[in-house]
């Protein structure tokens, strides 16, 4: 058993952005649970009005806001535009189907999101650039390996 809210033996990875990037990125996310079979949990953390980087799931992906507001950006990659923008409440499940391209931006307060993916083909996600070229890639393999993010 693991206590999300209270567990001083998370351990937490913290993503920036530098000056590559045109937005404030500012993020952690601990890693709970990775299985051979795919599935994956993940909690992560917003800084208050940050963001995480550009990217694509290639899992299958359910979340739950847990604290805070979380502003997902769906954008088209073919033009580069944000097409829509949804904002999550503590309280909030969502389920996406692999190929989601979005960005995701803490609210005033930040946000606190548990993530369950799940990987059949060991691929979770890609990193893009602002073009939406792949920059990087998480892997399940990379995350058993390390047994943290």
Known sequence: MINLFKNEDLHWKRFQGGDDFDYPIDYSAALLNANQDGHVDILYRWEPDCYCHFHRHTAEVSSVVLEGELHVIDIDLASGEETVTKIRSAGDYAHKEPGDVHMEKGGSNGALVLFNL????????????????????????????????
Do not use: C
């Not at 990987?119 to 990379?142: M, N």
């Open 118 to 149: 799940y990987a059949p083909d060991g691929l979770l996600a890609e990193s893009l650039d602002k073009d939406g070229a792949v920059i990087g890639q998480a892997t399940l393999d990379r995350l058993i390996k390390k047994n943290t993010l």
